[in-house]
């Protein structure tokens, strides 16, 4: 058979690798020989999942969209991918001109190139790093301004004694007997509905096709140890409770010279004894005097970047709301500010002095009103018994 492999998965000759991945799992779903009743379901799923190998490896799709399907396949039967000198002379037209010129610059150092040698494959795939969380609390004064935080984290990283590989520099490797190098390991099972072949990583190398003697007495053959590290977080004013900063390649190291996953920190804003906070706007309760209320005043008003003036009417009632424009948070990553919602509280007053209760029963009588205020009503009930 010699299906080219785009066509195989459907998909264009300049594809994404997402495009292919998607495409494979279509396909693989299709023809799985679990719910395929299509007689050939098996050997067309091999033949996906092959395609998808290939062309999602980087190294691989270049070699395959140079040779073309039919050399790429001999090129494989020879033992291209295991590292085997298939004695495809030169002069075959070499794609990448000249690759280790004379006489040694046969097909064998392309393979070497391309695929390795040695039976280095399988788990050698560049891998992104995982994701890492962490969280932060931040005062809503710095969520007002922005700050730089620094947060600590405990997290994997690279090990500087064997730089990564897990072994102490210059230790001998051999072949891993388990699945002689392939880095994979495959397993036959015969279920109901018929044989279903399956691949995982070799449990014995990770996937490295290759042991080595000793391991790195750091990280234990990790390659990774577990670190401390502190970090300068950038903290964008307007920021809310519960958003997510993210960092990127702060995360756990790549595999295989893959890239670091990121850093997501979720900040939380701690609660300010003034302020309620709506988004970007905020709401405070001020207390008014009686008398403020009554003739009207300026009064002072906290806002999270220091004291405005605001005026209160004459008249206001208690429970009155006013709008201070802008005064509010900034809004995340644009200009402007919320507002700052003021809610006059007007405050009875507890207790009086003598001038003071002589003033309010003259304000009283004045006003037409009966007031018993020789004796409360605590004390008349006091008298009743
Ligand atoms: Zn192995
Ligand atoms: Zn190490």
Redesign the pocket.
């Known amino acids: 058979m010699s299906e080219d492999f785009y066509d195989v998965l459907g998909v264009s000759r300049d594809a994404s690798e997402d495009e292919i991945q998607e495409a494979y799992r279509e396909k693989a779903t299709q023809y799985h020989p679990d719910v395929s009743d299509d007689p050939n379901a098996e050997e067309k799923f091999k033949r996906v999942k092959k395609a998808k190998e290939v062309l999602t490896d980087e190294e691989k799709r270049q070699a395959y969209d140079q040779m073309g399907h039919d050399r790429f396949e001999q090129a494989e039967k020879r033992g291209g991918f295991d590292g085997g000198r298939g004695g495809a002379g030169a002069g075959q037209g070499n794609p990448f001109g000249g690759a280790g010129g004379g006489m040694g610059g046969g097909m064998g150092d392309i393979f070497e190139q391309f695929f390795g040698g040695g039976g280095q494959r399988g788990g050698s795939r560049p891998r992104q790093g995982a994701d890492l969380r962490t969280t932060m609390t931040i005062d809503l004064e710095e969520a007002y301004h922005g700050a730089e935080k620094q947060v600590t984290v405990r997290r994997p990283e690279r090990c500087d004694t064997c730089n990564g590989e897990g072994h102490p520099p210059g230790t001998d490797a051999r072949t891993?007997p388990?699945?002689n190098g392939q880095?994979q390991v495959t397993q036959v099972q015969q279920t109901p509905f018929g044989r279903v072949q399956q691949s995982r990583t070799?449990p014995?190398?990770e996937g490295q096709?290759e042991l080595y003697e000793e391991t790195c007495s750091d990280c234990g053959g990790d390659g990774v140890v577990q670190r401390e590290a502190t970090l300068s977080v950038e903290v964008p004013a307007g920021i809310q409770d519960g958003q997510t900063l993210q960092m990127d390649g702060e995360g756990a190291p790549g595999e295989n010279g893959g890239p670091n996953g990121d850093m997501l920190i979720e900040v939380s804003v701690r609660d300010h004894p003034e302020f309620e906070r709506d988004g970007a706007d905020l709401h405070h309760r001020a207390a008014v005097s009686f008398p403020q209320a009554v003739f009207g005043d300026t009064v002072e008003i906290p806002t999270v970047d220091g004291s405005v003036e605001m005026d209160v009417p004459a008249g206001t009632q208690s429970g009155e709301t006013f709008r201070l424009q802008g005064k509010g948070m900034p809004h995340l990553r644009r200009r402007g500010h919320g507002d700052l919602y003021v809610k006059a509280q007007v405050v009875t007053p507890e207790s009086l002095n003598d001038d003071q209760r002589e003033a309010l029963e003259a304000f009283a009588e004045a006003g037409g009103e009966e007031v018993d205020v020789e004796q409360g009503f605590f004390e008349k009930i006091k008298n009743s018994f």
């Open positions: 891993c388990e699945c880095g070799c014995r190398c096709g």
